[in-house]
């Protein structure tokens, strides 16, 4: 059974940094794509990064690139999401997700099979 456990979210002040664990369960995390995403109070579930299966493909939201970096560890079977000078803007609750789709690249669209609950990350002075 497929399963990922979100994790890490926090309040934090604009500067601060977290780091966001998304443990899998189910399956190797090197052999599906993985993706983080957020969600604003009013506003549209939004694709921030992502890692492909086994090439360590990613790809960045325009918004947190240079800032945000996702990264796997095979033996913790979990992908993180090292977020650095966080800005008030950032605040939201941040899933991760799975893409059973072994032959594309990862994306940032919300075409993922697999969710885990969210994460609530709050940016604020």
């Known amino acids: 059974q497929v399963q990922l456990v979100a994790s890490g979210g926090g309040l934090v002040q604009p500067g601060g940094s977290l780091r966001l664990s998304c443990a899998a369960s189910g399956f190797s995390v090197d052999y599906y794509g993985i993706g983080w995403f957020r969600q604003a109070p009013g506003k549209e579930r939004e694709g921030v990064s992502c890692?492909?299966?086994?090439?360590?493909?990613?790809l960045y939201a325009n918004s947190v690139k240079g800032r945000f970096t996702i990264f796997r560890d095979n033996a913790k079977n979990t992908v993180y999401l090292q977020m650095n000078s966080l800005k008030p803007a950032d605040t939201a609750v941040y899933y991760c997700?799975?893409?059973?789709?072994?032959?594309?690249?990862?994306?940032?669209?919300?075409?993922?099979?697999?969710w885990g609950q969210g994460t609530q990350v709050t940016v604020s002075s």
């Open positions: 890692i492909s299966r086994s090439d360590n493909y990613t």
């Open positions: 997700a799975a893409d059973t789709q072994l032959f594309r690249l990862c994306h940032l669209s919300r075409e993922y099979d697999y």
